[in-house]
């Protein structure tokens, strides 16, 4: 991870790079409200592929998909002609898939909406964050270099796509058991002080 | 008489122009948004929400990936000639908007209950999504005008048709699909939403009206009723993307049919996202 002092945001903030595999030293110098742009190769799946995955873990078949879960970001995302974009990530398929993955090496999960405490708890026993994205294909489509499927092609765009991307913006909004997000939804999401990040 | 070309080319580029670009208002409203946002998460969401749209319309781009699922709303003219088959030359001009957007190909394979289990996978031809059933009225003069507008699922998840006991007080009608509304912004997930409501007599009716106010709304004219609405939602603070700030709805369209001597009103509402409503209309005279 590289700190980029000299890299501002639009609105005159720090952007924090992340270069995938990432590692655990990493991980913990994040903080809630991080900007980051993630840069390297990353997974893109949603509901219908990451309980399949975490099936693949539990069996410790995983490396039969060829796919590498040390340090990697999933994206909750659909890969198609129109592009990616972030899916709600506290569906069931997907925020039940999050423990798993987490301990199966996976780092930062990327998508949208709040997760519950209990998810926020695995994230923690784990080192691993959540961060959240607009869904903004088009500036998405622009940080796109090469897209392949990897597994389950069968689900068409709901396949496991490896993606590989070039300063894809995001923002951390859980991490180390705080999240980002106020208090009062339905998730029971913990409430930050916001003055603290 | 209009022909089946031009009323297929008007579907076609209603679909992409819905799909790729923002309208005028949405554009203003945007920058006056994060001109007052003062919280920096939730002006970091809307400054790339309007990046987006920015890209996309320089390059064609989808706003979304989910480019959603096309409603089509027909104005017909009492004087105006249309050609046999001119329903279908506006489904023949929709797929091949999608074609060429290109919208997502999303449309599920098999028979009924193949299609809602998933069981036989997807179409690769963003053209078969087909449209919604196309709502179609009658209108004063000369003209055809072809609206279309396309509905994520996001906000589909989060929609809501039901009945209010009105107690004869618009308030009270307004209270209850507000706080519907609110109750959903933290799982939206695409803040700031714009709301739709329908107000009518059946479900059906309601859902119709609400697409009408999604299909007229315009975020620089709201009336008092509609900013009350977006009072209520904003005062969830959930904000763009659930960062919190004051901005969680950027206005609300409303549109109120015939009603009957009832209780009840039917109310549709549905929580359009950050890009809706994502519409497109051309008018059309015969030449």
Known sequence: MK???????????????????????????????DRIEIEGVIYCGRDAVLPKLVAYLQRNEIQKLNVNLKGAVIFHTAVSIAGIGPTTSNKVEIEGSIPALSAGGVKVHLGKGALSQKTMEELQRYNSVFAITPPVTALFTDKIITKRVVAFKQEGMEALYEVRVKGLPAIIAIAHGKSIFGSGGE???KHVDKKTY | MLTRKRIEDAAKSCVIAAGTTFRKDQNIAYRGAIEKEKNRNARWALEKIVENAKI???KGYPLCDDTGIPHVFVEVGDEVGLPKGWLTSIHTGVAQGLRLMPGRPM?????????VE?????????GKVLPAPMIVKPVKGDKLKISVLLLGGGPEIRARTYRVFHRRSMETVLSE?????????????CTPCVVAIGIGRT????????LEAMKEGNLTRQSEWEKKVTALVNATKVGPLGLGGGLTSLGTFIKIGPLRASGVR???VRPCCCFEPRRAAVVLRAE
């Open chain 1, 3 to 33: 700190r980029l002092s000299g890299k501002k945001g639009w609105a005159g903030e720090k952007i924090v790079k992340l270069v995938t595999p990432i590692d655990d030293a990493e991980i913990r110098k994040l903080k809630v409200g």
């Open chain 1, 187 to 189: 998730k029971g999401t």
């Open chain 2, 56 to 58: 996309a319309e320089e």
């Open chain 2, 107 to 115: 449309a599920v394979r098999g028979d009924a209950i193949e299609r």
């Open chain 2, 118 to 126: 998933q069981s036989r996978g997807l179409f690769n031809d963003p």
């Open chain 2, 177 to 189: 699909a507000a706080s519907w509304v609110a109750s959903e912004m933290n799982n939206l997930g």
């Open chain 2, 203 to 210: 479900h059906m009716e309601a859902s119709a009206l609400m």
């Open chain 2, 266 to 268: 039917i109310v549709s």
